[in-house]
C-alpha cells in the first residue's frame, strides 16, 4: 500500500466548463488550417469550412468523436523492442529536450552552434543516464544542410542509443525518410506501427492555427500508428488571453482540434495531449519556461487531459538561465517537482537553458539526479509493514542501534533514492580535499567518465548501412556529398 502525493488544480466542475468553452471556441471562432488533405478530412465529416477566411469551424459532436476514438494509454519500445515508457493515468516519464539550436560549452563558458560530434556525444550520454526514458532529437547541427536537419538528428540517435526518440519534423518530405529509418531499427513497418519507437511533436501556431507542416506531420503519424504529441504554446497577454485559465482554455480548444484532425486521419491512432506555454514576460519581452505561472499551466492542463482521458505531456524541468548555476537548478528542480506531483505522463525538458533553446550536457548530468528524485516523489511513501515502528523500535532499544537490525538490510535501498556522485553528499573535509568542485566541475568531469565508460550498443551492420544510404541520398539532393563522420 503506499501513499501517493498528487496535486489537484482544477475541481471537476472547472474541469467541464474549461471543455465546454473549448469545444465552443471551436464552433464559432474555428481554427485556420492550411493542409488540403486536413480541410478535405474536417469538411467531409460536417466541419463547416470558410474558404474566404481559412477558418474551419469544428462541431462539438465531431470533438466527441474523436474523444471516444484516441487511446487513454500509449506504450513506447525500445530498440529492442521492450516497453519502456507507459504513458496514461499518473506514469511519470522523462525525457531531455528537443531542438536546441546552440549547445553550452562548458570549457568556453558560452554557447555555440552544435554540430555532429555534440550530437553523438548528447545521445551516448542519454543512453547511459537511466533515469531518462527515452532520448530526443536535443539540438539541431549546423553542420548540415538546415533540409535534412530534422532527419539526420534521427540518424544519430538511433545510432548511439537504444532508447526511444521524442522528435518532429522540420520540413514536409523529411516524414516520409524519418518513419523509414525507424522502420528498419524496428525490422519493418509492421513491427514499427504494433511497437513504435518514436513520438512526433506537433505544434499548433498560437492562437488556433494549423499549418501545412505540423497538419500533415498529424496525418502523418496517424497513418503510419506512430503517436503525435500536441505541443500547444499559448503565450499569456501575447498570444492567448493573459489569464492562466484563459490560457489553459484556448490551449484545449487547439489540443482538441489536433485530435480531431488526428482521429479523422485514423481513427484509434496513439496521440498525447501536450504542449510548451509560457506566461509571457511583458517587461523583457521574453517567454520565461522557469515561471511559476508557466508551470501552473502546464500542470493544469494536464488535469484537462486526464479528465478527457487521454496521455500527458508537457515541457517543464528546464531553465530560462544561460549557464548552470543556482537558477538554473532552482527552475528545473521546481519544474520537475510540478511535473511529478501532477502525474505527467511525458516530461520534456532537462538540460536545457536559454527559453529552450540550448542543451547543456553538464545540465542533463545534474537534471539526472532533479528527476530521479522527482521520480521518487512520484512514489510516494509506501506502508512496508504491519506495524510501521514498535517492533523495530523496541529492538533497536535492545541493541543500542539500527544499523544491524535485518529490517534496515532489507528496505534500506528501496526506501531511499542514492544520487549520483555528482550531487556532493560528503563532508567539508572531503569536499575540500577533492578540490571544493562546485557542481558545474563536477558534471563536466561526470559527462567526461560517463561517456569514456560507455560504449552505446551498435545497431546491425545492415540496418546501419542502410539507414546510412537513405540519409546520404537525402543529403546529395541539397547539396551534400558526405556525412559528417560519426564517432
Same mark, same amino acid.
Given at each position: 500500500?503506499?501513499? &501517493?502525493?498528487?496535486?489537484?488544480?482544477?475541481?471537476?466542475?472547472?474541469?467541464?466548463?474549461?471543455?465546454?468553452?473549448?469545444?465552443?471556441?471551436?464552433?464559432?471562432?474555428?481554427?485556420?488550417?492550411?493542409?488540403?488533405?486536413?480541410?478535405?478530412?474536417?469538411?467531409?465529416?460536417?466541419? *463547416?469550412?470558410?474558404?474566404?477566411?481559412?477558418?474551419?469551424?469544428?462541431?462539438?459532436?465531431?470533438?466527441?468523436?474523436?474523444?471516444?476514438?484516441?487511446?487513454? @494509454?500509449?506504450?513506447?519500445?525500445?530498440?529492442?523492442?521492450?516497453?519502456?515508457?507507459?504513458?496514461?493515468?499518473?506514469?511519470?516519464?522523462?525525457?531531455?529536450? *528537443?531542438?536546441?539550436?546552440?549547445?553550452?560549452?562548458?570549457?568556453?563558458? @558560452?554557447?555555440?552552434?552544435?554540430?555532429?560530434?555534440?550530437?553523438?556525444?548528447?545521445?551516448?550520454?542519454?543512453?547511459?543516464?537511466?533515469?531518462?526514458?527515452?532520448?530526443?532529437?536535443?539540438?539541431?547541427?549546423?553542420?548540415?544542410?538546415?533540409?535534412? /536537419?530534422?532527419?539526420?538528428?534521427?540518424?544519430?540517435?538511433?545510432?548511439?542509443?537504444?532508447?526511444?526518440?521524442?522528435?518532429?519534423?522540420?520540413?514536409?518530405?523529411?516524414?516520409?525518410?524519418?518513419?523509414?529509418?525507424?522502420?528498419?531499427?524496428?525490422?519493418?513497418?509492421?513491427?514499427?506501427?504494433?511497437?513504435?519507437?518514436? &513520438?512526433?511533436?506537433?505544434?499548433?501556431?498560437?492562437?488556433?492555427?494549423? #499549418?501545412?507542416?505540423?497538419?500533415?506531420?498529424?496525418?502523418?503519424?496517424?497513418?503510419?500508428?506512430?503517436?503525435?504529441?500536441?505541443?500547444?504554446?499559448?503565450?499569456?497577454?501575447?498570444?492567448?488571453?493573459?489569464?492562466?485559465?484563459?490560457?489553459?482554455?484556448?490551449?484545449?480548444?487547439?489540443?482538441?482540434?489536433?485530435?480531431?484532425?488526428?482521429?479523422? /486521419?485514423?481513427?484509434?491512432?496513439?496521440?498525447?495531449?501536450?504542449?510548451?506555454?509560457?506566461?509571457?514576460?511583458?517587461?523583457?519581452?521574453?517567454?520565461?519556461?522557469?515561471?511559476?505561472?508557466?508551470?501552473? &499551466?502546464?500542470?493544469?492542463?494536464?488535469?484537462?487531459?486526464?479528465?478527457?482521458?487521454?496521455?500527458?505531456?508537457?515541457?517543464?524541468?528546464?531553465?530560462?538561465?544561460?549557464?548552470?548555476?543556482?537558477?538554473?537548478?532552482?527552475?528545473?528542480?521546481?519544474?520537475?517537482?510540478?511535473?511529478?506531483?501532477?502525474?505527467?505522463?511525458?516530461? #520534456?525538458?532537462?538540460?536545457?537553458?536559454?527559453?529552450?533553446?540550448?542543451?547543456?550536457?553538464?545540465?542533463?548530468?545534474?537534471?539526472?539526479?532533479?528527476?530521479?528524485?522527482?521520480?521518487?516523489?512520484?512514489?510516494?511513501?509506501?506502508?512496508?509493514?504491519?506495524?510501521?515502528?514498535?517492533?523495530?523500535?523496541?529492538?533497536?532499544?535492545?541493541?543500542?542501534?539500527?544499523?544491524?537490525?535485518?529490517?534496515?538490510?532489507?528496505?534500506?535501498?528501496?526506501?531511499?533514492?542514492?544520487?549520483?556522485?555528482?550531487?556532493?553528499? #560528503?563532508?567539508?573535509?572531503?569536499?575540500?580535499?577533492?578540490?571544493?568542485?562546485?557542481?558545474? #566541475?563536477? /558534471?563536466?568531469?561526470?559527462?567526461?567518465?560517463?561517456?569514456?565508460?560507455?560504449?552505446?550498443?551498435?545497431?546491425?551492420?545492415?540496418?546501419?548501412?542502410?539507414?546510412?544510404?537513405?540519409?546520404?541520398?537525402?543529403?546529395? @539532393?541539397?547539396?551534400?556529398?558526405?556525412?559528417?563522420?560519426?564517432?
Amino acid at each position: 500500500m503506499s501513499v &501517493i502525493p498528487r496535486v489537484s488544480w482544477f475541481d471537476e466542475e472547472t474541469r467541464k466548463r474549461i471543455v465546454a468553452e473549448a469545444i465552443d471556441i471551436l464552433e464559432k471562432v474555428g481554427v485556420f488550417v492550411e493542409n488540403d488533405e486536413a480541410i478535405e478530412l474536417l469538411a467531409g465529416a460536417g466541419a *463547416s469550412v470558410d474558404e474566404e477566411h481559412g477558418r474551419v469551424s469544428i462541431p462539438g459532436s465531431l470533438v466527441e468523436k474523436a474523444l471516444e476514438t484516441a487511446p487513454s @494509454r500509449v506504450l513506447l519500445y525500445n530498440r529492442d523492442g521492450e516497453p519502456v515508457m507507459d504513458l496514461g493515468d499518473d506514469r511519470v516519464h522523462f525525457n531531455p529536450g *528537443s531542438a536546441a539550436l546552440r549547445i553550452y560549452d562548458h570549457e568556453q563558458r @558560452r554557447a555555440r552552434t552544435p554540430v555532429t560530434a555534440d550530437l553523438v556525444r548528447f545521445s551516448s550520454l542519454i543512453d547511459a543516464l537511466p533515469n531518462y526514458a527515452a532520448q530526443s532529437t536535443g539540438v539541431v547541427p549546423g553542420d548540415v544542410p538546415e533540409e535534412i /536537419a530534422d532527419r539526420y538528428r534521427v540518424y544519430v540517435g538511433l545510432q548511439y542509443s537504444k532508447k526511444p526518440i521524442v522528435t518532429g519534423t522540420f520540413k514536409v518530405d523529411a516524414f516520409r525518410v524519418m518513419h523509414e529509418m525507424l522502420a528498419a531499427v524496428s525490422g519493418d513497418h509492421e513491427t514499427l506501427a504494433e511497437k513504435p519507437t518514436a &513520438i512526433f511533436d506537433c505544434c499548433p501556431s498560437p492562437p488556433l492555427k494549423w #499549418s501545412d507542416l505540423t497538419c500533415q506531420a498529424l496525418i502523418d503519424c496517424a497513418r503510419t500508428g506512430l503517436p503525435a504529441e500536441l505541443v500547444s504554446m499559448p503565450l499569456t497577454g501575447a498570444t492567448s488571453p493573459v489569464t492562466l485559465a484563459g490560457a489553459v482554455t484556448q490551449h484545449a480548444a487547439e489540443c482538441l482540434s489536433g485530435v480531431v484532425i488526428h482521429q479523422l /486521419a485514423r481513427p484509434g491512432a496513439p496521440i498525447i495531449y501536450g504542449g510548451s506555454p509560457a506566461c509571457f514576460d511583458m517587461r523583457k519581452g521574453t517567454t520565461p519556461m522557469g515561471a511559476v505561472e508557466t508551470m501552473m &499551466i502546464d500542470a493544469s492542463y494536464t488535469q484537462i487531459a486526464k479528465h478527457l482521458a487521454l496521455p500527458t505531456h508537457a515541457y517543464m524541468a528546464l531553465s530560462d538561465a544561460k549557464l548552470v548555476d543556482y537558477q538554473a537548478g532552482m527552475e528545473t528542480a521546481m519544474g520537475a517537482t510540478v511535473a511529478a506531483l501532477s502525474g505527467i505522463n511525458n516530461v #520534456s525538458g532537462p538540460g536545457m537553458l536559454d527559453f529552450e533553446s540550448c542543451q547543456s550536457l553538464e545540465k542533463l548530468v545534474l537534471d539526472h539526479e532533479i528527476v530521479g528524485m522527482a521520480l521518487r516523489l512520484a512514489k510516494g511513501i509506501e506502508l512496508r509493514d504491519d506495524e510501521l515502528a514498535l517492533p523495530l523500535i523496541e529492538a533497536a532499544i535492545e541493541k543500542k542501534e539500527f544499523l544491524s537490525l535485518p529490517h534496515t538490510a532489507k528496505w534500506y535501498r528501496k526506501e531511499a533514492y542514492f544520487p549520483d556522485p555528482v550531487i556532493d553528499r #560528503s563532508t567539508l573535509e572531503e569536499w575540500e580535499k577533492s578540490g571544493a568542485p562546485d557542481a558545474a #566541475s563536477r /558534471a563536466a568531469a561526470r559527462v567526461e567518465k560517463l561517456l569514456g565508460g560507455h560504449s552505446p550498443e551498435p545497431l546491425d551492420d545492415e540496418v546501419s548501412k542502410h539507414i546510412t544510404e537513405l540519409m546520404e541520398r537525402d543529403a546529395k @539532393r541539397y547539396g551534400m556529398e558526405k556525412l559528417p563522420q560519426l564517432g
